[in-house]
């Protein structure tokens, strides 16, 4: 509206009136929507594209690390071999919260004796949603750091120290949850949030997690006093 506004005041400005005015104002309105239509589909495209490309990225190291996998079981057949391990599903938006989902990968990980390095690979194929769109628009120079992939995708989905202090703030009682469960995902929601706080889990470092937080408060409240 405020664009359409200054086309007319540009128009009026010219010497336009009447209809010559409003369909000066309304070309150049038009013509300005468009240009910005045609900008963000090529964005989307771009997004698109890159999407694709790192999904090619992941699927080449993936295979890449299977065949070594494949390679290395195959030789020194009197050593001792490990279980197999059963196949780690997808990340799932709609089923899996992805706090969870991430030590479970990292369980798993470790439980299978892969390497540091093939980590952030690894998880990358795994993903699907938003988690695969934040993992895609990482620098190339980032996607095979674990710890920088992981960063990204809790920053991305909220869980960080406040994250964790809003959801045991918020929590309440699901359908179908007892408050021993409830106990259990509050106690949880805190030691996360500890955690993302760099803290210890000392009456020292718990204090000054509480002590912030009402420092935190009292500013917010003061701000909206002003």
């Known amino acids: 509206?405020?664009?359409?506004?200054?086309?007319?005041?540009?128009?009026?400005?010219?010497?336009?009136?009447?209809?010559?005015?409003?369909?000066?104002?309304?070309?150049?309105?038009?013509?300005?929507?468009?240009?910005e239509n045609a900008a963000r589909e090529e964005r989307r495209k771009e997004r698109?594209?890159?999407i694709t490309l790192k999904e090619q990225d992941v699927k080449i190291a993936e295979k890449k690390a299977s065949e070594q996998t494949d390679a290395s079981g195959s030789q020194n057949t009197k050593?001792?071999?490990?279980?197999?391990?059963?196949?780690?599903?997808?990340?799932?938006?709609?089923t899996d919260d992805l706090d969870a989902y991430i030590q479970r990968f990292e369980r798993f990980a470790k439980a299978a004796g892969w390497p540091d390095s093939e980590w952030a690979i690894s998880l990358g194929a795994l993903l699907t949603?938003?988690?695969?769109?934040?993992?895609?628009?990482?620098?190339l120079s980032d996607v095979n750091d674990y710890k920088k992939v992981k960063a990204a995708l809790l920053i991305r989905?909220?869980?960080?120290?406040?994250?964790?202090?809003?959801?045991?703030r918020n929590a309440q009682l699901h359908s179908k949850e007892s408050y021993t469960q409830?106990?259990?995902?509050?106690?949880?929601?805190?030691?996360?949030?500890?955690?993302?706080?760099?803290?210890k889990k000392t009456y020292d470092d718990l204090l000054d997690i509480i002590v912030r937080e009402q420092v935190l408060s009292v500013?917010?409240?003061?701000?909206?006093?002003?």
């Open 48 to 50: 698109e594209h890159e």
């Open 157 to 168: 989905y909220n869980l960080t120290e406040e994250g964790f202090r809003e959801k045991f």
């Open 1 to 35: 509206m405020e664009r359409y506004q200054n086309y007319v005041k540009i128009g009026q400005e010219l010497g336009l009136t009447g209809k010559d005015l409003l369909d000066f104002a309304n070309e150049k309105d038009q013509k300005d929507r468009e240009s």
């Open 129 to 139: 949603g938003r988690a695969l769109e934040t993992y895609s628009r990482l620098p």
């Open 79 to 94: 050593s001792v071999q490990k279980p197999r391990l059963p196949k780690l599903q997808s990340f799932s938006e709609v």
């Open 219 to 226: 500013r917010i409240c003061l701000y909206l006093l002003e």
């Open 182 to 199: 409830l106990g259990e995902r509050l106690r949880g929601y805190v030691n996360r949030w500890v955690e993302s706080a760099g803290k």
